[in-house]
């Protein structure tokens, strides 16, 4: 008889057996088994390149672009330049994901679920029934971090600093003196991302939302 590893197949017995509170799920001895083997023989793993344009330091997402020369997934509807969200097609020409909750047609948020069916995360200030913003908290409990200059009162931007006291950064495209909006890059090099309400086209400020839909979900919440 062939001697077999016993590690990798220590867990079958578990497997096949119903599983009692206090072991490990199924799910999480499935995943340890493939991250043990896969220790032993991981793959080489390949490397994104960077743009091909010439001075451009970004990483590549097709034909050898980056997003800010063309390397973007466009929307492919004709006259369409929103980036796909799904299916090739963006958020306002379908490319939505529902939530998961059966006969639910709405955009999830989070975990799959929309916002009426649980799909946002709460201030864990206990009796507070806001969106949190930053570790953990709304706006109202701190969840928000401000200017480190002292006697300002207003919210920091970049470098513990806000926008009047130095607090911007600059769009990391060659050549470029445009302030970041997202990653890194301006508007223009492809550092924007869409509100996720369908009909908007407002850019998102955060959860994905723009700041009007932003207060919208502050105000559903319930109190």
Do not use: W
């Amino acid at each position: 008889m062939c001697d077999v590893e016993p590690r990798k197949f220590a867990y079958i017995p578990l497997l096949l057996n119903p599983v009692f509170p206090g072991e490990p799920s199924a799910a999480s001895i499935l995943l340890e088994m493939h991250h043990q083997l896969s220790l032993e023989t991981s793959p080489r793993v390949r490397k994104r390149q960077p743009c091909k344009v010439e001075g451009c330091g970004q990483i590549s997402i097709r034909y050898g672009l980056c997003s800010g020369h063309g390397g973007r997934y466009v929307c492919k509807m004709d006259g369409c330049d929103k980036l796909v969200t799904k299916e090739g097609v963006c958020t306002a020409h379908g490319g939505r994901y529902y939530c998961i909750v059966q006969g639910c047609t709405k955009q999830r948020l989070k975990s799959g679920l929309c916002f009426a069916h649980g799909g946002v995360s709460y201030c864990s200030v206990p009796g507070c029934n806001k969106t949190r913003q930053k570790r953990g908290l709304c706006k109202s409990h701190g969840g928000v971090a401000y200017c480190k200059i002292e006697g300002c009162s207003k919210v920091s931007n970049a470098k513990g600093l806000c926008r009047d006291h130095g607090g911007v950064t600059y769009c990391r495209s060659p050549g470029c003196q445009n302030l970041t909006q997202r990653g890194g890059l301006c508007r223009k090099h492809g550092g924007f991302s869409y509100c996720q309400v369908p009909t908007c086209n407002k850019g998102s400020i955060k959860g994905g939302f723009c700041r009007a839909h932003g207060h919208d979900l502050d105000a559903m919440s319930p109190r």
